[in-house]
T-cell receptor, first 110, second 113 residues
Framework: GQQVQQSPTSLVLQEGENAELQCNFS?????MQWFYQRPGGSLISVFY???GTKQSGRLTSTTVIKERRSSLHISSSQITDSGTYLC????????????FGAGTQLIVIP | ETAVFQTPNYHVTQVGNEVSFNCKQT?????MYWYKQDSKKLLKIMFS???????VNETVPRRFSPQSSDKAHLNLRIKSVEPEDSAVYLC????????????FGKGTRLTVV
């Protein structure tokens, strides 16, 4: 079964609103990352957050390993935040690779 | 500049041709990966290499083969491309360990006509 579940699938916000993106894992994880991608664009690492809370500007990521979940909070959204946000986990062996969720497509409108 | 570098950015080819994509990382990592991103933006691992040894080989078609000369380079060769191979191929690298950050290149977009 799918190891990484992201929600919502898509989200439309008015500029200035906040967003909460969720990621749930079906197996235990060693680390996780959040990525951002624009259509046709590169995969940009937003957060490497194995556990706890990290903040960078308007973005905050919280990972709770015991509950197998991570969230990405975007405050005061801007049009330039539009794109796809992907979470990915690494678990199991030391040579484990990233397992990606299907992504949340965020659209911020004026 | 330290990063993951991929070439070419784009490639258009005909069915049955052979293609090769290059990837180099200057981050001093010892593990490299190839991922495939399909038209629905789903990302799936294809291969990973650790210290020149293939350690993960998912159920990809045999026409795909990774090639590594050293731990900083991992190329991807496709012997005879098929239409379903059209996708974005992403190279990545990390240090060994499940608790290390993974860095991605900008990808190579392959279109098979």
């Amino acid at each position: 079964g799918q190891q990484v579940q992201q929600s919502p699938t898509s989200l439309v916000l008015q500029e200035g609103e906040n967003a909460e993106l969720q990621c749930n894992f079906s197996t235990s994880l060693n680390s996780m990352q959040w990525f951002y991608q624009r259509p046709g664009g590169s995969l940009i690492s937003v957060f490497y957050n194995p556990s706890g809370t990290k903040q960078s500007g308007r973005l905050t990521s919280t990972t709770v390993i015991k509950e197998r979940r991570s969230s990405l909070h975007i405050s005061s959204s801007q049009i330039t935040d539009s794109g796809t946000y992907l979470c990915a986990m690494r678990g199991g062996s030391a040579l484990g690779r990233l397992h990606f969720g299907a992504g949340t497509q965020l659209i911020v409108i004026p | 500049e330290t990063a993951v570098f991929q070439t070419p950015n784009y490639h258009v080819t005909q069915v049955g041709n052979e293609v090769s994509f290059n990837c180099k990382q200057t981050l001093g990592h010892d593990t490299m990966y190839w991922y495939k991103q399909d038209s629905k933006k789903l990302l799936k691992i294809m291969f990973s290499y650790n210290n020149k040894q293939l350690i993960v080989n998912e159920t990809v078609p045999r026409r795909f083969s990774p090639q590594s000369s050293d731990k900083a380079h991992l190329n991807l060769r496709i012997k005879s491309v098929e239409p379903e191979d059209s996708a974005v191929y992403l190279c990545a690298s990390s240090l060994t360990g499940a608790d290390t950050e993974v860095f991605f290149g900008k990808g190579t977009r392959l279109t098979v006509v």
